[in-house]
């Protein structure tokens, strides 16, 4: 054959023992006979791995594999190419001499010279073997079937074989087995299923896979450790643009950049970051949770610890999620779905306070969809050491640690003392930063002289100046903190806070300032002031509070848990845009949404009669100093001679260490854990419990916590706890939860009311009243709250009086006879006791029931004598015992007649307004005086709002800013397409094929 005819296909060859390529060549000849003469050497194919010489082939030894280790398998050229381009030349030859009927004589392919033959004693790779086996088929089904399937051993058997070929009848060309094809059905055979090699081969087989797995780890850590995979931090340029367009944000500071840089953060380790209060830490959070949702296709969990800032996040979200495609869902309250939708195409941000996201976790890990869960953010992660919240929080994250291993944690905390502690508990490394965008200057005021706070000083103060204001003696005597003074110095041309002890000295001190203030503070912000206190009427359906009509026309108004949502938004709103300039406020509001202010002042060390502690402390002065407006903030705290030396402790000491709270209440919070975790399958028995108990803050602090009671010991006290409770079994080392115990769990009851519950739903059942929502708020009245109202018993009896026969009836059967309420109405004895819990349980279902039949919080306000406030947190606790209920009655089949008539009154306990307002009040931010107004405008259902114009809005709605529309729009954008969404999946569900479909085989079996 000439050189210029040799097709010449090099395979690369890596081993142990390296030879030269063309040293190693073998022959793979194909040989044809065409009749009585010889076909011609321009007729003839070169094999792969040969040259036509007469020298003996070396083989591929067995510990040497002929793929190992490729770049490519043909480097620069295409084996099953060349082969196609070979078989083609020889076809359309075969085609010609047809057609001329030259050909006289044609035979299939043959091998020879073979490298099948050569290792036909060795252990072949599988996908070697079943090659050989094919070509082995055809030669037996081309010689009649009188060969033998064993390749050749010697030239002269070769020889006969050939010769013997040569006397077969002609076949066409359309039956010619391919080469190509055989040798592509072998590769995709070896792939599908494993055929029997020797011990070497499956050796060689499992090193490659193992090769492949490490490279496949080293791309994901080289990508991994690039600081920067895209233009903003890994996201793309659109996401920096929306920051701008969104936000206002148009370059990050470098603390962020830094922190967003880290190694830790860039390998998806836990990170718990620590920065003071209006540092930024939020922002960081955010962007981490768009690189999970965007660049890794995972969902994400954002745990906040208030219902208000979970709404505000939503809101802030909403237009993020339209404009990138991802879902935010909302978990407060009595919203979010448990599971959650499992979403084919599109990743979902979960926006959760504490509780509902324990839930959550809860519900993904008992579904196996936890590792759905790529990244979790918990704000305020110090609250860990918040009592019962603080438990929830720690069983939350433990279970994450324990279940999904490659889920991120990043908590944003305040400076703790034992930040060690936090870290071990979490895996996690810890960043922390003393940047504030503005400087803070904290300050203290004795009698009329103010010292500058500096822990440098022997008694932590030095002298600043003195007050410089002259009061009248009807003033000092009025004022003697000199509160007016200190306000004087920056209202109105800056903004400031004041901070009270209580809910009362707020409205006192609002009032009092109000006093002796200017009259030119009446002619600030007129326009905006007379409009606000219409938007306040109108939530209040006419009313508003006397205080606020008083003060809100000089700017200033009281902040605190007695108003309503409503009231507070609008507040908060005019606070933000500067018509009002001071908010007289409780600590509440350094816990909520961002107020910041030129001058904190803190009227007392006191939150009611408990001295402050360190971290609410420096929560409240961290909100001095508006990024971008002050070039400083400044906060003083007000002292009397008294609290000098604890003061110095207050400003001076380092911050308060941080401790697990699952032993609080005798161990309230470890048994709450053990329950769901032998319930939710991830333990079933005591030595598993241990172990998981190692993931727990308390096992890192049990030393400290765990003195006089050691950690073995209480989780014998728990389990012995939940037994007497029949809440779970023991069956030699077995444990389970029992059907009460799984509705406790899955419905998030307090162990302590889950028998109680039971008893009072079953008694229900015996004469539910069904005409009447009475009885059904009796049962949804949180346990928890009887406490905190004392019933005024001619209150109580003049609406006992109101009720019908029937709903009197149904109080006489829980407990409540009408005689009982009389008689206490008229201070007379009791002949008969009642259990006053019952008897105060039914008190606020009446106040609840009022409220449904009203629909107006201030006439229930006014006749129970209750503030607006305690009425609100007593419908949204209902609302959400309402849904523990629902779900503690869903797994139990005895319970069926409640759940349609709980779905309906968690609806309506949800929103407690009228049925044509509810779709406009299930977008985040709209409220009911805000979907009046919608509703009034035209907007009447979510798609109205969804596809309104953002500026349209603004312009029909009063007081209704751009920003605001664009907040509500993309809200109820991002609630139809969640809601679209879910139907979708609906429909993809009802439409797959079952995977467990019976074939017809399978049937016919049967």
């Not at 939530?539 to 009281?558: E, I, M």
């Not at 890192?700 to 010991?713: I, P």
């Not at 009245?781 to 905190?788: F, G, K």
Request: proline residues 3%; glycine residues 6%.
């Amino acid at each position: 054959m000439n050189s210029a005819e040799k097709r010449d296909i090099r395979i690369k060859r890596v081993s142990s023992r390296k030879r030269s390529r063309e040293s190693s060549q073998i022959h793979l000849t194909p040989e044809r006979k065409r009749g009585p003469e010889k076909c011609p050497q321009s007729c003839r194919i070169s094999s792969i791995m040969a040259e036509q010489q007469e020298q003996a082939a070396e083989f591929c030894s067995d510990s040497e594999d002929l793929f190992g280790d490729y770049d490519s398998l043909l480097q620069d050229s295409s084996l099953l190419a060349k082969l196609d381009n070979a078989e083609q030349s020889e076809r359309q030859r075969d085609v010609q001499r047809d057609f001329t009927n030259l050909r006289t004589k044609t035979s299939a392919d043959v091998l020879t010279d073979s490298i099948l033959e050569a290792l036909a004693e060795e252990d072949l790779p599988p996908s070697m073997q079943q090659f050989q086996d094919q070509v082995q088929e055809t030669r037996s089904r081309l010689q009649g079937g009188d060969q033998t399937s064993t390749p050749l051993k010697n030239i002269e058997t070769s020889t006969s074989l050939r010769n013997k070929e040569d006397s077969r009848p002609p076949r066409g060309g359309a039956s010619r087995r391919s080469v190509a094809d055989a040798l592509k059905r072998a590769m995709l055979g070896n792939a599908a299923s494993p055929a029997a090699a020797s011990r070497s081969a499956a050796l060689k087989e499992a090193v490659l896979s193992e090769e492949i797995s490490v490279a496949r780890q080293a791309m994901e850590e080289v990508s991994a450790e690039t600081p920067d995979l895209g233009p903003f931090f890994g996201l793309p340029t659109r996401v920096k643009e929306l920051m701008l367009r969104l936000k206002g944000i148009q370059n990050l500071y470098e603390w962020q950049e830094t922190c967003l840089n880290l190694q830790s953060v860039q390998r998806r380790k836990n990170l718990i970051y620590s920065l003071p209060t209006s540092g930024g830490k939020t922002l960081v959070a955010e962007i981490l949770i768009l690189r999970e949702l965007l660049c890794r296709r995972k969902d994400a969990l954002f745990i906040l610890p208030y219902i208000s800032l979970v709404q505000e996040k939503v809101r802030g979200l909403a237009s993020f999620g339209v404009e990138l495609d991802f879902l935010v869902e909302e978990y407060a309250g009595s919203k979010g779905r448990f599971p959650p939708v499992k979403r084919k195409h599109r990743r979902s941000l979960y926006v959760a306070t504490i509780e509902k996201a324990h839930s959550l976790v809860n519900s993904l890990i008992e579904n196996q969809r936890i590792d759905d869960l790529g990244l979790v953010v918990v704000d305020e992660l110090h609250m860990l050491g918040d009592g019962s919240r603080g438990a929830i929080i720690e069983m939350t994250l433990a279970k994450v640690l324990y279940t999904a291993k490659s889920t991120q944690i990043i908590g944003m905390s305040a400076t703790l003392g034992n930040i060690r502690d936090l870290q071990t508990f979490l895996r996690a490394e810890n960043y922390t930063n003393d940047f504030r965008p503005v400087q803070l200057k904290e300050y203290v005021k004795l009698q009329g002289t103010i010292y500058e706070v500096d822990p440098k000083e022997e008694d932590c103060f030095r002298f600043s100046r003195l007050l410089n204001f002259k009061y009248s003696s009807s003033m000092q005597k009025l004022d003697p903190d000199h509160i007016i003074a200190m306000v004087t110095e920056v209202i109105p041309t800056h903004s400031c806070l004041v901070f009270c002890p209580t809910k009362k000295n707020c409205e006192n001190v609002g009032g009092m300032i109000c006093r002796y203030l200017r009259e030119d503070f009446l002619r600030l912000h007129e326009p905006e002031k007379v409009l606000l206190l219409r938007q306040l009427r109108e939530s209040g359906g006419g009313s508003v509070c006397p205080v606020l009509r008083r003060t809100v026309p000089y700017g200033v108004a009281y902040h605190h848990s007695g108003l309503t949502g409503e009231e507070r938004r609008l507040l908060e709103e005019a606070y933000s845009c500067g018509t009002l300039c001071l908010l007289t406020c409780t600590s509440t509001l350094a816990a909520g949404v961002n107020l910041p202010a030129r001058r904190v002042i803190l009227r007392s060390p006191y939150v009611a009669a408990d001295f402050l502690k360190r971290s609410q402390y420096k929560q409240m002065v961290g909100r001095a100093g508006r990024a971008g407006i002050d070039s400083e903030g400044e906060s003083i705290l007000i002292l009397q001679d008294k609290d000098r030396l604890t003061a110095k402790t207050l400003v001076c000491a380092p911050m308060e260490s941080c401790f697990s709270n699952l032993m609080l209440d005798e161990g309230k919070g470890l048994r709450t854990l053990i329950l769901s975790l032998i319930g939710l399958n991830i333990t079933s028995s005591v030595q598993q419990l241990q172990d998981f108990l190692r993931c727990t803050l308390l096992f890192v602090q049990q030393k400290q916590l765990c003195v006089q009671t050691g950690l073995e010991e209480a989780l014998q006290h728990s389990l012995h706890f939940l037994q007497e409770k029949e809440l779970i079994t023991a069956e030699g080392e077995t444990l389970s939860v029992t059907r009460l115990g799984k509705a406790t769990y899955k419905g998030s009851v307090d162990l302590l009311y889950s028998s109680v519950l039971y008893r009072d739903l079953s008694k229900g059942l015996e004469g539910l009243l069904l005409n009447s929502f009475l009885h059904l708020l009796y049962l949804v009245t949180p346990y928890d709250m009887v406490h905190q109202c004392k019933p005024g018993w001619m209150l109580y009896y003049t609406q006992f009086t109101l009720l019908s026969a029937a709903e009197q009836r149904m109080s006489a059967s829980v407990g409540v006879p009408e005689s009982f309420v009389a008689r206490k109405a008229a201070g007379q004895t009791v002949r008969k006791s009642a259990n006053m819990e019952v008897v105060s349980r039914m008190y606020l279902a009446l106040v609840l029931f009022s409220l449904l039949k009203d629909l107006n919080l201030w006439v229930v306000s006014d006749r129970f004598q209750l503030s607006r406030g305690f009425i609100q947190s007593l419908l949204s606790s209902s609302c959400s015992f309402c849904s523990c209920v629902l779900h503690f009655t869903e797994e139990l089949e005895e319970f069926w007649p409640f759940r349609a008539l709980l779905t309906e009154l968690t609806r309506r306990l949800s929103y407690c307004v009228t049925s044509e307002l509810i779709p406009l009040m299930e977008v985040a931010g709209v409220m009911e005086a805000r979907a009046k107004q919608l509703y009034n405008a035209g907007y009447k259902t979510l798609t109205h709002l969804a596809n309104a114009d953002a500026a349209v809005l603004s312009n029909t709605i009063e007081n209704l800013h751009r920003k605001q529309a664009n907040q509500i729009v993309a809200s109820a954008k991002m609630l139809l397409s969640e809601k679209a969404a879910a139907l979708q999946e609906e429909v993809d569900d009802l439409l797959t094929l079952p995977k467990d479909l019976p074939s017809a085989d399978a049937l016919r079996s049967l």
